[in-house]
């Protein structure tokens, strides 16, 4: 598990621009960088590594009013308009905690906790459960964006697989990640 601090003051300007949501935003942004770097579309299926296509995002989303979340999974779009959209549009729709059917190890997984300044996270896994081992799936978090001379600073944690990625891995993610918020 990895942690570091990223500025998405362009990301966050480019939400509120087009009235998009931040979180769905950043999980486009994270799930686009990440398809970039070749060493997170590799899983381990049966104690050996094999190559999947693409990460799909899979995020906790919190029902409005309700205090409870639940799981949201789906294809990754190229627009982050068009992202965000079905994002909200699905999560909506949702009754569910959880789409078992959608659960695979192509999967990206999000968490988020606003409320708080995050400096690090990690997920609960039971390491003793048959192919605890062999999980692949990279899990990210975040918090609280913090505010440091006029630029909005967020911590990202990025919780993977040691057997396939390495911290030149995770670093191309994060050079990544800055290039995409830049761009937009």
Known sequence: MVTFREDVTNLYQYAK???LSF???????????????DAFHYAIRD??????PERKPSFTDLRPSSGQFHIVTM???CDPGAFCMEAA?????QT??????KESDDLVCF??????????????????????VDNSVPCLAWGKFIEENGR???GISVEVNHRLIDGIHIGAFAERLTACIQAL
């Open 47 to 52: 104690g050996k590594p094999v190559y999947l």
């Open 89 to 93: 549009q699905l999560s909506k729709a």
């Open 96 to 101: 569910n905690f959880l789409d078992e059917e």
């Open 75 to 77: 294809d990754m779009l």
């Open 17 to 19: 621009r087009r009235s």
């Open 111 to 132: 968490t988020c906790l606003p409320w708080i300044e995050m400096t690090a996270f990690t997920n609960a896994r039971d390491l003793s459960a048959p192919g605890a």
């Open 152 to 154: 909005k600073i967020l």
């Open 23 to 37: 979180y769905y935003s950043m999980v486009w942004a994270c799930t686009r960088s990440m398809n970039q770097v």
